[in-house]
């Protein structure tokens, strides 16, 4: 099925730092979305993206969270400063535009494992 | 808010065992309502979705039946193999809100040879 990659798999920083998530979504996909999923915790919904804006977000993407897609390169993840509990894994997902009626599938890459010391 | 319950955290069956996963929503609208598959170090993989009451999904030998009655998407499997050990988890989502799917806290399902 259609892939979304995520890079890198794994990343340790010290807290107070900057980090960036990055994110290669399926190719004719038009909307992305991060979620954060805390060790044995749901996967919970952070942010969804279209066309150059944010077009939802949830309580969990505080305000040191940024999210942008340059000129169609990587969707990305930033968090600056980086706190302790911002330690989780981060999953990308991207689905093509959806229609009104029905929700769009969507298709999510392997993670980003982001420990913050 | 919309949310999805699943009350089994955990379910450990030998191969060939029947699978019952319980999957209850509640939700303000007419959701979409899917299974997601989550395999140890992988992102979650959809396995299948329903949009209306009393659609069919399935997928693998996996299925789910809407029920706006119930409000469920209970998942089921007739015979269970090893390979089917992931962490299963159901969903809901919306078009008009750009498709955010909120997920259940899964159910790990653990399938002795």
């Known amino acids: 099925g259609p892939k979304v990659l995520q890079i890198p798999s794994h990343q340790i920083i010290d807290m107070g730092q900057m980090v960036t998530l990055n994110c290669d979504p399926v190719s004719n996909h038009l909307y992305f979305y991060w979620y954060k999923q805390i060790l044995g915790q749901q996967m919970e919904f952070l942010v969804n993206?279209?066309?150059?804006?944010?077009?939802?977000k949830s309580k969990l993407f505080k305000d040191q969270f940024s999210v942008e897609r340059p000129d169609g390169s990587y969707f990305t993840l930033k968090i600056q400063p980086t706190a302790l509990e911002d330690s989780a894994v981060y999953f990308c997902?991207?689905?093509?535009?959806?229609?009104?009626?029905?929700?769009?599938?969507?298709?999510f890459g392997s993670g980003t494992r982001l420990t913050v010391l | 808010g919309d949310s999805v319950t699943q009350t089994e955290g955990q379910v450990a069956l030998s191969e060939e065992d029947f699978l019952t996963i319980h999957c209850n929503y509640s939700a303000s609208g007419y959701p979409a309502l899917f299974w997601y598959v989550q395999y140890p170090g992988e992102g979650p993989q959809f396995l299948f979705r329903a949009s209306r009451d009393k659609e069919k999904g399935s997928s693998r030998g996996f299925e789910a039946t809407y029920d706006k009655g119930t409000t469920s998407f209970h998942l089921r499997k007739a015979s269970v193999q090893e390979s089917d050990s992931a962490v299963y988890y159901c969903?809901?989502?919306?078009?008009?809100?750009?498709?955010?799917?909120?997920f259940g806290i899964g159910t790990l399902l653990s399938v002795k040879p």
């Open positions: 969903a809901l989502g919306y078009g008009s809100s750009g498709n955010k799917l909120i």
């Open positions: 993206f279209y066309n150059g804006k944010v077009m939802e």
């Open positions: 997902a991207s689905s093509r535009l959806g229609a009104r009626s029905s929700a769009e599938t969507l298709y």
